[in-house]
């Protein structure tokens, strides 16, 4: 990773809340934004390119069937960054000690 964790790790926060917020409210077109346009950005700066491109695939790949599977995509999306998240908490940490 070439930058501070810190930043990466702000950023992650505030966009894991914009996104449980989009998708607590249903909201696909701010879901699909912030995926394609967000998550694809913080993820490439922060060298989690496996996670930028399930970003990428899921808003750029076959029209989904229902708007419970993009939501469900979404879903394992919002995992994903947790997990990256406490990967990101972890190097803070490491590097502060």
């Known amino acids: 990773m070439n930058t501070s964790s810190?930043?990466?790790q702000?950023?992650?926060?505030?966009?894991?809340?914009e996104l449980q917020y989009a998708r607590r409210n249903g909201d696909l077109g701010r879901l699909a934004l912030l995926a394609y346009c967000e998550v694809r950005?913080?993820?490439?700066?922060a060298g989690e390119e496996a996670l930028a491109?399930?970003?990428t695939v899921l808003v750029t790949h076959s029209p989904k069937v229902s708007r419970e599977a993009f939501m469900n995509d979404v879903d394992g999306l919002i995992v994903q960054l947790e997990e990256a998240h406490s990967r990101v908490?972890?190097?803070?940490?490491?590097l502060r000690d």
């Open 41 to 45: 950005r913080w993820a490439r700066a």
């Open 53 to 55: 491109e399930h970003a």
């Open 6 to 8: 810190a930043p990466l």
């Open 10 to 17: 702000l950023g992650l926060e505030d966009l894991l809340g």
């Open 89 to 94: 908490s972890n190097r803070s940490a490491v």
